[in-house]
Antibody
Framework: QVQLQESGPGLVKPGQTLSLTCSVS??????????WTWIRQPAEKGLEWIGH???????EYSPSLQSRVTISLDASRNQFSLRLNSVTAADTAFYYC?????????????WGQGTLVIVSS | DIQMTQSPSSLSASLGDSVTITCRAS??????LNWYQQKPGKAPKLLIT???TLQSGVPSRFSGSGSGTEFTLTIASLQPEDFATYYC????????FGHGTKVEIK
């Protein structure tokens, strides 16, 4: 059974960098057909794809966030990470890490439980 | 970018009702459409892939259909655990989700 767990600070100051890590169990982040993705959801709002990283480390980011986002892989720890620079209050959201099927239909499953990040001074 | 439009944004229904949610894509996405269910305080759960393939463990009262630009999610005979928000997601290009449909108890 594949499981994902987000970790990182729950409070970030405006202008600083949001950093989150996703720990994966039951699958390997650097092999197979799956990529690894970050998705966020402001409270009471919809889902926004942030970006994803392939097992080989190639990345793709949302055009609206591309200038501020970096997703990286740490195969030795079976983790992947998100960095979002120059955050503002608009970046306050629940952040989910998840596995992304890349063979054909690009579905997302499973998801981590999510972690709330608040941007505030 | 491919825009995904869900309708309605919310609906009220009674136990045992059948409900249908529609998702429209701004361009042809073939069968590259997935559906998720999200309950309050929880992560989304994958229900249906490739427009109509039910995931293992998902009750058969859920069904999906459509291709091209118009898709539907139907829940036959609503059960208490089905009251949630449902999202469509296109997988034709980079991920894009619909804005969600909240199914509430009448």
């Amino acid at each position: 059974q594949v499981q994902l767990q987000e970790s990182g600070p729950g409070l970030v100051k405006p202008g600083q960098t949001l950093s989150l890590t996703c720990s994966v169990s039951g699958d390997s982040v650097n092999s197979g057909i799956y990529s690894w993705t970050w998705i966020r959801q402001p409270a009471e709002k919809g889902l926004e794809w942030i970006g994803h990283i392939s097992p080989r480390g190639s990345t793709e980011y949302s055009p609206s966030l591309q200038s501020r986002v970096t997703i990286s892989l740490d195969a030795s720890r079976n983790q992947f990470s998100l960095r979002l620079n120059s955050v503002t209050a608009a970046d306050t959201a629940f952040y989910y890490c998840a596995r992304l099927e890349m063979a054909k239909y690009h579905w997302v499953d499973p998801w981590g439980q999510g972690t709330l990040v608040i941007v505030s001074s | 970018d491919i825009q995904m439009t869900q309708s309605p944004s919310s609906l009220s229904a009674s136990l045992g009702d059948s409900v249908t949610i529609t998702c429209r894509a701004s361009q042809d996405i073939s069968y590259y459409l997935n559906w998720y269910q999200q309950k309050p305080g929880k992560a989304p759960k994958l229900l249906i892939t490739a427009s109509n393939t039910l995931q293992s463990g998902v009750p058969s009262r859920f069904s999906g259909s459509g291709s091209g630009t118009e898709f539907t999610l139907t829940i036959a005979s609503l059960q208490p655990e089905d009251f949630a928000t449902y999202y469509c997601q296109q997988g034709y290009t980079t991920l894009e989700f619909g804005h969600g449909t909240k199914v509430e108890i009448k």
